[in-house]
């Protein structure tokens, strides 16, 4: 079946400095591939998306490239500020129903 | 925010005793889904609908039932909450297609004692 695998947190950053937070997948096709931000008492956003190969998808300075070679869709932002403290989750999409397939989630501190 | 609204927001349940959350949604989206949350597990799909009276089972439905008798509320039931479904639930809708986000709930936290 289809899994997505992220790497398990808390990832502790100081302010400014870069972020990586490694994804991959597995699945039997190609999928589309999303990460979703969740602040502490809210629900899932969307954070970003990209739907075919070597798509890159953007927001809010985040930034993850859709690599099929290596499986991976690694969220990336050049500069984290305290506000960027969060849980995200990166998930793929297979079917027209668009149920997604999360991984495990990664928190995210950063200290000012 | 997408229009969503899970009701309750928390709830505290003891064991054996049927539960019912609702999820309404303003966006007459055609599919609305239900997770829950755990840790170390992400989000895990229980149910889910594309459509009234339209609805199938996802990753972890065991013990759960849905229904769906109108597009905007999607009502998930669990007939005798036991402590293991102690979770936090997200509600989400979706317009459809592999391409469409989905836009979620606040969440029901949910505790079985």
């Known amino acids: 079946g289809n899994s997505v695998t992220q790497m398990e947190g808390p990832v502790t950053l100081s302010e400014e400095a870069f972020l990586t937070i490694n994804c991959t997948y597995t699945a039997t096709g190609y999928p589309s591939l999303f990460w979703y931000v969740q602040y502490p008492g809210e629900g899932l956003q969307l954070l970003l998306k990209a739907t075919k190969a070597d798509d890159k998808g953007s927001n809010k300075g985040f930034e993850a490239t859709y690599r099929k070679e290596t499986t991976s869709f690694h969220l990336e932002k050049g500069s984290v500020q305290v506000s960027d403290s969060a849980v995200y989750f990166c998930?793929?999409?297979?079917?027209?129903?668009?149920?997604?397939?999360f991984g495990g989630g990664t928190r995210l501190m950063v200290k000012p | 925010d997408a229009g969503i609204t899970q009701s309750p927001r928390h709830k505290v349940t003891e064991t054996g005793t049927p539960v019912t959350l609702r999820c309404h949604q303003t966006?007459?989206?055609?599919?609305m889904y239900w997770y829950r949350q755990d840790p170390g597990h992400g989000l895990r799909l229980i149910h889910y609908?594309?459509?009234?009276?339209?609805?199938d089972k996802g990753e972890v439905s065991d013990g759960y039932s849905v229904s769906r008798s109108k597009t905007e509320d999607f009502l998930l039931t669990l007939e005798s909450a036991t402590s293991s479904q102690t979770s936090v639930y997200f509600c989400?809708?979706?317009?459809?297609?592999?391409?469409?986000?989905?836009?979620f709930g606040n969440g029901t936290r949910l505790t079985v004692t």
């Open positions: 966006e007459n989206h055609r599919y």
């Open positions: 989400a809708i979706s317009q459809g297609g592999g391409n469409s986000p989905l836009h």
């Open positions: 998930a793929l999409s297979m079917e027209a129903g668009n149920m997604l397939t």
């Open positions: 609908s594309y459509g009234v009276k339209d609805t």
